[in-house]
């Protein structure tokens, strides 16, 4: 079964890998018409503008219901977090090709029946499911299928990552020494200390591989083109 999540579930630890990987953009200097239907190419791959919309006008929709003002600037800045988001997804999931990473069907399937939206009651709902993608997102199943495979695609291989990511005891130590901290409470707060040192490894790994395969991979931006409309 395929299927989606009611709202889109960013990374997987918690915490957000601020990477800007904007400047290592290049565009093409023509926009022929095969191209119309992307806001940006990674590695040859189209990233669908139809789904780079929905996924903004979502963005903007619950900035609105939380009351949060939505001026010019807030809708430019909304647009560059998100096309940011699905390079670097797209990006992350085909490096997770390469590793032989893989989502099975069954995933993707659990992930449709424990979909609130998809319920009637207490029961999944097929209805339910088509009227809610159709209207919401405005794609097709498979289309679905392909899109949560790939977000979970690259999550499978930020979390691949994130496990070969070590803090020695030792490190732990030294690092909290560092930063100024009471030593009498180290053990104490060793842990929580060594797993935010992990958190911070990962971020730092993360931002270096990004800035590699940005240069390995050819990413091209169509984004300024779209706005205007060309």
């Known amino acids: 079964m395929i299927s989606f999540f009611a709202k889109y579930k960013r990374l997987i630890f918690g915490t957000v890998v601020v990477v800007f990987i904007g400047s290592m953009f290049f565009v093409s200097g023509q926009v022929f018409s095969t191209k119309l239907d992307s806001v940006a190419e990674v590695g040859g791959k189209k990233i669908s503008y139809q789904r780079f919309t929905m996924q903004v006008n979502r963005a903007m929709s619950g900035l609105k219901d939380s009351g949060s003002e939505v001026n010019e600037l807030m809708s430019r800045t909304v647009k560059q977090e998100i096309f940011r988001e699905m390079v670097i997804e797209e990006l992350l999931s085909q490096q997770g090709k390469e590793l032989g990473l893989y989502v099975p069907d069954f995933e993707i399937a659990a992930e449709i029946q424990n979909t609130p939206q998809f319920r009637e009651g207490a029961a999944f709902s097929p209805r339910a499911y088509y009227q809610t993608i159709y ?49 009498k409470d180290f053990e104490k707060n060793r842990a929580a200390f060594s797993d935010e040192l992990a958190r911070a490894k990962f971020a730092n790994i993360a931002n270096y591989l990004l800035r590699q395969l940005t ?8 984004l300024e083109e779209r706005e205007q409309g060309k």
Not at 157 to 165: D, G, M, P, R
Not at 215 to 222: A, D, I, M, N, T
């Open 135 to 183: 209207r919401e997102f405005q794609m097709s199943p498979p289309e679905y299928e392909e899109w949560r495979k790939q977000a979970r695609l690259a999550s499978k291989f930020k979390q691949f990552i994130y496990t070969a990511v070590k803090v020695t005891p030792a490190e732990a130590k030294e690092a909290y020494q560092a930063a100024g901290k009471n030593m």
């Open 215 to 222: 240069v390995r991979q050819e990413v091209k931006s169509y």
